[in-house]
């Protein structure tokens, strides 16, 4: 029987695109988002992500794969960060991935069989100017993902990244994407279904991102500052920041 997947952040953007691809393969996927999804979901409260895959489980079988893919981001100065926005994005995209690690894996693992995917950013490895919580928020989930990983190894369950550059999304209106050009969000549903058919632990969107992170943390101090410097698009100069203003006003409320 195909697998059932979970994807949370799943009625828009590339959870949307992600529940899409799932579906055209034949699997059996519940989105489950704030509003428009298949299941109501807040990810940043247990009770809900518990709900949600008991929903889940009730209607379509036993979660196979979870998708953590629902995040938020605040693009600005750091020192001008609204305190709602840094509250917003580290409980949306670090509690809300810890939830559903917690909450997943001991299922999958009492089964002998899973796989936890997440959404990260090429900002877990290569951060932008004017995204200072927004990449502490995806180094946070790396730096977990490895842990659980480990903690994981032997059981059968599998936790993979996926770290696209920019896409073309609601998150990222008014950004700017540098030299990579900007991702389609099925283009990241892709590379999604080729981790869960052959597992991986980081999986970078386009893949030569992954030989410049490396390059830029192989370098000497110096040479990587100013590799990295010069090739990432500095948000602050480079964005434009009044596409961005409803999409940050929801998100500070």
């Known amino acids: 029987m195909n697998p059932v997947v979970a994807v949370t952040g799943g009625a828009r953007g590339i959870g949307a695109a992600t529940v899409a691809r799932l579906r055209a393969t034949g699997w059996r996927v519940a989105a489950g988002d704030l509003t428009g999804g298949d299941y109501e979901l807040d990810v940043t409260d247990p009770d809900s992500f518990r709900a949600f ?27 001008d960060e609204p305190a709602a926005a840094t509250d917003a994005q580290l409980a949306v995209n670090v509690r809300g991935v810890i939830n559903g690690f917690r909450l997943s894996a001991p299922r999958m693992r009492a089964r002998g069989h899973g ?24 180094h946070a989930v790396l730096g977990y993902a490895m842990v659980a990983r480990e903690e994981l190894r032997g059981t059968g369950v599998e936790v993979s990244l996926v770290l696209p550059a920019v896409v073309d999304t609601e998150l990222a209106r008014g950004t700017d994407h540098g030299a990579v050009a900007r991702l ?6 892709e590379a ?62």
């Open 53 to 79: 895959l008991d929903n889940v489980e009730r209607d379509l079988g036993p979660v196979d794969v979870l998708v953590n893919n629902a995040g938020v981001m605040w693009v600005g100065p750091f020192a």
């Open 184 to 189: 389609r969000p099925d283009e990241v549903a």
């Open 115 to 138: 796989h936890l995917v997440t959404i990260a950013s090429s900002a877990s490895r290569v951060p932008a100017p004017g995204a200072a919580t927004y990449a502490a928020t995806k």
């Open 192 to 253: 999604v279904l080729r981790v869960l058919r052959r597992p991986r632990f980081e999986t970078y969107v386009p893949a030569r991102l992954g030989l410049f992170a490396r390059l830029v943390a192989g370098l000497p101090a110096p040479a990587g500052q100013w590799l990295w410097r010069h090739s990432v698009p500095n948000q602050l100069t480079a964005g434009n920041p009044a596409e961005r203003v409803e999409y940050e006003r929801r998100l500070t409320g």
